[in-house]
DNA sequence: AGCGGAACCTGTCGGC
DNA sequence: TGCCGACAGGTTCCGC
């Protein structure tokens, strides 16, 4: 499910309703797969402390708790935090419910993959340690994608998808940025010119961030908060769209598989 | 070091 | 209708 602009569309959702509030209470319907605590240690450390920030970093959700504790979220394919003032009857696929004073943030996850950890020192997480740049920042740039890139055998796409790298694209934003550039996700990384490059960054800052004014990418089940759709899927160019025509050319767009992940682009387009 | 492939888990969809 | 394989927006681990 979610990207960078997915994951940043969530934190700003929940940080307008539960910035403040206090975790009453806690419970537990089914742990996620690698949250290392027994669950009633998960629950005994979170209770009562308050909720001071909600960030993000790459696709990372992280709750700045007072006194000071984090807890990192990461939704992976399916996963979902829902703010509701009513307490519903446990659904299905619900994992965990956080009852802050009068409202109350589910976790929900049909899979299963998305992680809920509890961390005390933000740096020294190692998940966290190994992110690359944040693509929104200045750190990302086309000096650094040199470097980067530089001898690079591996296909753009894959390097596109590499967290160490650039952290926070993922599969649909990694096809749509290179149906922008005009190049073809099989390309070797080593071979794009510094102008290319240029272009790579330019590109990337303005889908990122469309994305994050249209509220994310809902294919099939990404929901915000407050469970409306994001919109940036009217936008798509590539992303899905294999046996329809290009916008720009009117080839049609071609699925191919890499890293066991599908890739869409236009052979015209892109070269 | 860098890369590809399998695994994690559950649901849905299309073909036969 | 039922079964089976392919596929789904992500990450980690293992082996070469």
């Known amino acids: 499910m979610p990207e960078l602009p997915e994951v940043e569309t969530v934190v700003r959702g929940l940080r307008s309703k539960i910035t403040n509030k206090a975790i009453t209470d806690v419970t537990v319907f089914r742990s996620t797969p690698v949250q290392s605590l027994p669950d009633d240690q998960f629950c005994r450390l979170l209770t009562g402390r308050i909720i001071r920030k909600v960030t993000r970093r790459a696709k990372y959700l992280i709750f700045h708790l007072e006194p000071e504790l984090y807890l990192i979220g990461h939704l992976r394919m399916t996963g979902k935090f829902i703010v509701s003032p009513i307490l519903p009857k446990p659904g299905k696929y619900q994992r965990v419910w956080f009852h802050l004073d009068d409202l109350l943030m589910i976790y929900e996850d049909v899979r299963c993959l998305g992680t809920l950890e509890i961390c005390e020192n933000?740096?020294?997480?190692?998940?966290?340690?190994?992110?690359?740049?944040?693509?929104?920042?200045?750190?990302?740039?086309?000096?650094?994608?040199?470097?980067?890139?530089?001898?690079?055998?591996?296909?753009?796409?894959?390097?596109?998808?590499?967290?160490?790298?650039?952290?926070?694209?993922?599969?649909?934003?990694?096809?749509?940025?290179?149906?922008?550039?005009?190049?073809?996700?099989?390309?070797?990384?080593?071979?794009?010119?510094?102008?290319?490059?240029?272009?790579?960054?330019?590109?990337?800052?303005?889908i990122l961030r469309k994305a994050i004014r249209e509220n994310g990418t809902s294919i099939s089940d990404f929901r915000r908060v407050d469970d409306k759709t994001g919109a940036f899927q009217n936008f798509l160019q590539v992303y899905a769209r294999d046996g329809q025509s290009c916008r720009k050319c009117n080839t049609v767009i071609k699925r191919i598989v890499q890293q066991q992940r599908s890739s869409f682009y236009c052979p015209q387009c892109q070269q």
């Open 122 to 206: 933000l740096e020294k997480h190692p998940k966290i340690q190994k992110l690359g740049v944040e693509p929104l920042s200045q750190d990302f740039n086309a000096t650094y994608l040199q470097q980067c890139f530089h001898k690079a055998h591996r296909e753009i796409k894959s390097v596109l998808l590499d967290q160490s790298k650039i952290a926070g694209i993922g599969n649909i934003y990694a096809s749509e940025i290179l149906f922008d550039i005009g190049i073809h996700p099989q390309k070797q990384a080593g071979l794009l010119t510094f102008g290319e490059l240029k272009n790579l960054v330019l590109s990337t800052q303005k």
